[in-house]
């Protein structure tokens, strides 16, 4: 059934100031809330957003612990790739969050296994997450949810398919620079959150938005499984949005 909220925007701009909305709403209820976050390009202004809106004091982050979906096996934290330096440049370093309160896996650690069950026992232990934002792969993945047989459970390590190291190859010098592996959280780990708000922009994204949303739910199109999800909001600019048509 498709009962998923979707909001058209006119800009890549503008939805990411509907995505800060959303968490604007969920923050403004509870101080010390669990945000799920993502990197990419997709989420740009709604950093953005977040850091204009803690400076005019319409939402703090001083309580907020933050869960981020995935990193990249083998990049230091200082590495420019690494989703961690991501977070620092785009988010944190402009931000009141408390280092204590960040939760991303750290692409270093040799132990995967321990590192993946630390990560649920720690999102457990802070209440699980109120509020996700997600972007979605050309190929329907979430988080580093790649197409599978089946909808990987929890926090895991996962090989990168050559369709996903390619599209994230004009970030590396070399294409050989892209990491094979990364860790992620599982699609029940996204799905535990008690709301979803899922970005797509760019006409590059059309085709699979109406793949997973207006299709049937297959772990061969992991955002699909969304459907199944009872808050999500969707908020596409207007190239994205043409999938529905
Ligand atoms: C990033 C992530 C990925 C991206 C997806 C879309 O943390 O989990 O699933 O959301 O690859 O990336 P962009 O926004 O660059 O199109």
Redesign the pocket.
């Known amino acids: 059934m498709f009962h998923m909220k979707v909001i058209k925007a006119k800009t890549h701009k503008e939805a990411g100031y509907l995505a800060a909305d959303e968490f604007e709403k969920v923050m403004g209820k509870k101080a010390d809330c669990v945000i799920g976050?993502?990197?990419?390009?997709?989420?740009l202004p709604f950093y953005d957003e977040l850091i204009q809106r803690e400076k005019n004091r319409a939402l703090s982050f001083s309580s907020v612990r933050t869960v981020?979906?995935?990193e990249y096996v083998g990049l230091e934290a200082e590495d420019p790739q690494s989703?961690r330096y991501y977070m620092q440049k785009n988010l944190f370093d402009h931000i009141s969050i408390k280092k204590e309160n960040i939760l991303i896996p750290n692409g270093l650690e040799k132990d995967k296994e321990t590192l993946c069950r630390k990560y649920e026992n720690q999102i457990e232990v802070w209440g699980g997450i109120d509020i996700q934002l997600?972007?979605?792969?050309?190929n329907g993945?979430?988080?580093?949810n790649e197409p599978d047989d089946f909808f990987a459970v929890s926090t895991h390590e996962v090989k990168l398919t050559e369709k996903?190291r390619k599209?994230?190859q004009r970030f590396f010098k070399s294409p050989n620079d892209v990491p094979k592996s990364a860790i992620?959280v599982g699609i029940g780990t996204i799905m535990s959150a008690k709301k979803i708000v899922m970005?797509a922009?760019?006409g590059d994204?059309a085709e699979i938005i109406k793949k997973a949303f207006c299709g049937p739910v297959t772990p061969k199109i992991p955002a699909s499984i969304l459907q199944f999800h009872p808050n999500v909001t969707l908020i596409c600019d207007e190239a994205a949005y043409m999938g529905f048509y």
């Open positions: 976050l993502a990197t990419g390009s997709t989420p981020n979906l995935d989703y997600l972007g979605i792969g050309h993945h979430i988080g580093f996903t599209a994230n992620t970005m922009v760019g994204k």
